[in-house]
């Protein structure tokens, strides 16, 4: 069931949006080559407590640190390490926390340093690509419709999307339902309401869309060990359009 939200409850999203919007703002600049992924993710999780919120990825299912790092092939749920990061290297640093109840959800590719013409278009498209998807979060449409608009930016642009980790409905629970495709047709699933909060997160590979588990159990690689990048943004669907609670008011 797609919960609806009222005002007050976006409102307290829009809260736990901001602070997530915050603390990957002042990451970027952590972003050089030599600094470790825990570095990153110590000084994350400092920055969220002090903020009176919790790390909602800490403990969640078992995953042991705050945010999820993904360097380079790594699609999502890398779990930051002595790693250091190499120039030419890109990164995805994904970001939830809880503030007063309820969650919010955002992540970001950074290039480190100077990267390659391949890696900067990756970075460009994904993000694109999460934009698009964005802009169908309107009342009246269908849920595939998000699913599409990125899928489309993404194969017009040479890349293609990943089908096993999804985007989701996120408020007092950080998944919750729908599960939001990064692929398929339009004008399919639910129709969209006003109150619907979604975190809408495609990722997208150089070459094929098939992944794989790494030992650890959380490390999703492209299977292929291209590059893959990852974009995702807190929004909710209002009368007015769509509102992104994780971009920085």
Same mark, same amino acid.
């Given at each position: 069931?797609?919960?609806?939200?009222?005002?007050?409850?976006?409102?307290?999203?829009?809260?736990?949006?901001?602070?997530?919007?915050?603390?990957?703002?002042?990451?970027?600049?952590?972003?050089?080559?030599?600094?470790?992924?825990?570095?990153?993710?110590?000084?994350?999780?400092?920055?969220?407590?002090?903020?009176?919120?919790?790390?909602?990825?800490?403990?969640?299912?078992?995953?042991?640190?705050?945010?999820?790092?993904?360097?380079?092939?790594?699609?999502?749920?890398?779990?930051?390490?002595?790693?250091?990061?190499?120039?030419?290297?890109?990164?995805?640093?994904?970001?939830?926390?809880?503030?007063?109840?309820? /969650?919010?959800?955002?992540?970001?590719?950074?290039?480190?340093?100077?990267?390659?013409?391949?890696?900067?278009?990756?970075?460009?498209?994904?993000?694109?690509?999460?934009?698009?998807?964005?802009? /169908?979060?309107?009342?009246?449409?269908?849920?595939?419709?998000?699913?599409?608009?990125?899928?489309?930016?993404?194969?017009?642009?040479?890349?293609?999307?990943?089908?096993?980790?999804?985007?989701?409905?996120?408020?007092?629970?950080?998944?919750?339902?729908?599960?939001?495709?990064?692929?398929?047709?339009?004008?399919?699933?639910?129709?969209?309401?006003?109150?619907?909060?979604?975190?809408?997160?495609?990722?997208?590979?150089?070459?094929? /869309?098939?992944?794989?588990?790494?030992?650890?159990?959380?490390?999703?690689?492209?299977?292929?060990?291209?590059?893959?990048?990852?974009?995702?943004?807190?929004?909710?669907?209002?009368?007015?359009?769509?509102?992104?609670?994780?971009?920085?008011?």
């Amino acid at each position: 069931m797609i919960i609806c939200k009222s005002r007050d409850e976006i409102r307290k999203i829009g809260e736990a949006g901001q602070l997530v919007a915050q603390v990957l703002s002042k990451m970027k600049d952590l972003i050089k080559p030599g600094v470790t992924t825990e570095e990153l993710d110590q000084f994350a999780e400092e920055l969220i407590l002090k903020s009176g919120a919790t790390p909602a990825f800490k403990g969640y299912r078992g995953y042991p640190k705050s945010v999820c790092v993904e360097i380079n092939e790594c699609v999502v749920h890398g779990i930051p390490d002595s790693r250091r990061l190499k120039e030419g290297d890109i990164i995805g640093i994904d970001v939830g926390v809880q503030l007063d109840g309820y /969650y919010g959800d955002a992540a970001v590719t950074y290039p480190v340093g100077r990267v390659s013409a391949e890696a900067t278009k990756l970075i460009e498209v994904t993000q694109q690509a999460l934009f698009q998807g964005i802009e /169908y979060c309107r009342v009246g449409n269908r849920l595939s419709d998000i699913s599409h608009a990125i899928q489309s930016v993404a194969e017009r642009n040479g890349f293609s999307v990943v089908r096993n980790y999804v985007g989701h409905g996120i408020g007092r629970e950080m998944h919750e339902d729908p599960q939001i495709l990064n692929y398929g047709p339009p004008h399919q699933g639910p129709l969209l309401k006003e109150g619907m909060v979604f975190a809408i997160e495609p990722m997208l590979n150089c070459g094929t /869309y098939e992944v794989e588990v790494l030992p650890d159990n959380w490390t999703v690689v492209t299977r292929n060990r291209r590059l893959s990048a990852h974009f995702e943004h807190t929004v909710a669907i209002t009368d007015q359009g769509p509102l992104i609670l994780t971009e920085l008011f």
